[in-house]
């Protein structure tokens, strides 16, 4: 098994709503990613877990609340977010880190919409 | 914060013809990928080139990296109509857990 699997594909959700974004990989890797992606731009680091532990935030508004239960399992939990949060999320793993020089896959993402 | 910048922005080409897409960074890296994103999907990893290389292939893939300049290019020989996507680069830092990705190149091949 090679994937990273996202679930939801689609989510629209309402400004008051809570919902959560959902990653799994069973590769065993250690470190795992939630990036944010508006149209037509990069994606964008917002957290790292490493073992578990959330290694870095990239100033994320605490409205996105990640969370790390086990190290196949990264969720991504939303809770009165804004129209402007609407874009692809993208989860990814990694063995070690970047630094080491292997590449892992991303998942195919969540398209988010905010109303 | 953005480490690469790509350019062109975009760039439309016939197929059968080649792509060139080119990177620049601006710290030191350990790695340097190229994905592609098909119509806002997930990325698809096509290759990395470590720092201490300078040329790599992979298929109809070559890309070269100029640690002097910072700089990286991706070349796609005999373009599809299937090469049709955005094309990202990122680098790997040498320490930690950052990937960065560059602006991107939105390719379009014209069959």
């Known amino acids: 098994d090679t994937e990273v699997t996202q679930t939801p594909k689609h989510l629209v959700m309402g400004m008051t709503n809570k919902k959560s974004l959902k990653c799994e990989q069973h590769?065993?890797?250690?470190?795992m990613y939630w990036y944010k992606q508006k149209a037509k731009k990069p994606p964008e680091l917002m957290f790292v877990y490493s073992y578990e532990k959330l290694s870095i935030n990239e100033s994320v508004p605490s409205r996105f609340s990640p969370e790390c239960p086990n190290s196949s399992l990264l969720n991504l939990h939303l809770h009165a977010l804004q129209p402007e949060d609407s874009a692809l999320y993208l989860c990814a793993s990694s063995q070690e880190g970047w630094g080491t020089g292997r590449s892992y896959p991303f998942g195919q993402g969540t398209r988010l919409t905010v109303v | 914060s953005q480490q690469g910048e790509e350019d062109p922005q975009a760039l439309s080409i016939q197929e059968g013809e080649n792509a060139t897409m080119n990177c620049s960074y601006k710290?030191?890296?350990?790695?340097l990928q190229w994905y592609r994103q098909n119509s806002g999907r997930g990325l698809v990893h096509l290759i990395l080139?470590?720092?201490?290389?300078r040329e790599k292939h992979s298929g109809r893939l070559r890309v070269t990296l100029d640690t002097s300049k910072k700089s990286s290019s991706l070349l796609i020989t005999a373009s599809r109509a299937a090469d049709t996507a955005s094309y990202f680069c990122?680098?790997?830092?040498?320490?930690?857990?950052?990937?960065?990705f560059g602006a991107g190149t939105i390719l379009r091949v014209k069959s």
């Open positions: 080139i470590r720092s201490n290389e």
């Open positions: 590769m065993g890797h250690r470190a």
């Open positions: 990122a680098t790997g830092v040498e320490y930690g857990n950052k990937l960065v």
């Open positions: 710290t030191s890296i350990n790695n």
